[in-house]
């Protein structure tokens, strides 16, 4: 059984969101940011976490913040 992500375990900066806990990082592209990479951080750590809820918490992090963006 795999742990599912929780919001705080995410931090959020301007290069992109990392999961703490496994250190993986969602970096959006440069002329695209709603599209973007993901770094693998520790995988030792990662086969904890469902790889894909990580990925898509993150991404979905991201889009939040760009509607934050785009408003303020």
Same mark, same amino acid.
């Given at each position: 059984m795999t742990i599912k992500p929780r919001h705080d375990e995410f931090e959020l900066s301007e290069d992109g969101v990392t999961h703490k806990p496994t250190g993986h990082c969602f970096r959006p592209h440069p002329g695209?940011?709603?599209? =973007?990479?993901?770094?693998? =951080?520790?995988?030792?750590?990662? +086969?904890?976490?469902?790889?894909?809820?990580? +990925?898509?918490?993150?991404? +979905?992090?991201?889009?939040?913040?760009?509607i934050k963006e785009t408003r303020s």
């Open positions: 695209d940011p709603g599209k =973007g990479f993901i770094e693998a =951080g520790n995988q030792l750590e990662a +086969r904890a976490y469902n790889a894909e809820a990580v +990925r898509a918490m993150a991404v +979905r992090l991201w889009a939040q913040h760009l």
